[in-house]
């Protein structure tokens, strides 16, 4: 684990978040049930719940200089052992855009894969794999990384060439359309 430093206590960032997430973060009283439950706790910079303390203290830079609001799967295993019931994991998904927001990227593919999967979603209405791979590849320059899997799943009928029809995109348009920006090229 990185060593810390504390910095001056930031309290509009802990209001943000708490008004983005809709929790109060007055509630965790750091018992670790979340940190212990965190199936990727062994790939993170910071634990789950040191991120939550980091944020009552105020500490904007660290928290959203750190890789793991970037690895986190939204599992929402913390959220349910949380004994307070804080949605921590709704915390871990307003922080990574808070960093996404003010430029923030620590883990650059995760950035990518996400941009393809909402451009995907958002062009079509719903997920085009094979759209998402190729925006993936696009962005990261890793072209032909996963070719022999593709050509396998393709003729196993796993994936399809073109996008599928969806009724109602529009709908599906006009969440994007209400979310306004999320997606940052
Ligand atoms: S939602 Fe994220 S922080 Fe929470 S347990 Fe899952 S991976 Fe860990
Ligand atoms: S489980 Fe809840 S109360 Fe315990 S440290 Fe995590 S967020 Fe705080």
Redesign the pocket.
């Given at each position: 684990m990185q060593a810390i430093t504390i910095q001056e206590q930031d309290n509009d960032f802990r209001a943000e978040v708490e008004r983005r997430s809709g929790q109060s973060m007055v509630?965790?009283?750091?018992?670790?049930?979340?940190?212990a439950g965190c199936p990727f706790d062994f790939a993170y910079d910071l634990p789950?719940?040191k991120i939550?303390r980091l944020v009552q203290l105020g500490q904007r830079e660290i928290v959203l200089s750190c890789h793991s609001i970037w690895l986190c799967a939204s599992c929402k295993t913390?959220t349910t052992?949380?004994?307070?019931s804080?949605d921590?994991a709704k915390i871990m998904d307003v922080l990574r855009h808070m960093a996404r927001e003010s430029g923030h990227i620590k883990e650059r593919t995760v950035k990518a894969f996400e941009d393809s999967f909402l451009a995907s979603v958002k062009k079509t209405g719903r997920l085009h794999e094979v759209g998402v791979a190729l925006g993936y590849e696009m962005r990261t320059g890793r072209f032909l990384t996963d070719i022999d899997l593709v050509q396998t799943m393709v003729s196993k009928g796993k994936l399809s060439i073109k996008p599928h029809s969806m009724h109602n995109s529009d709908q599906v348009a006009e969440i994007f359309k209400r979310f306004n920006g999320g997606i940052h090229e």
């Open positions: 509630e965790c009283y750091q018992c670790g049930n979340c940190t789950v719940s939550m913390c052992r949380c004994p307070n804080i921590v």
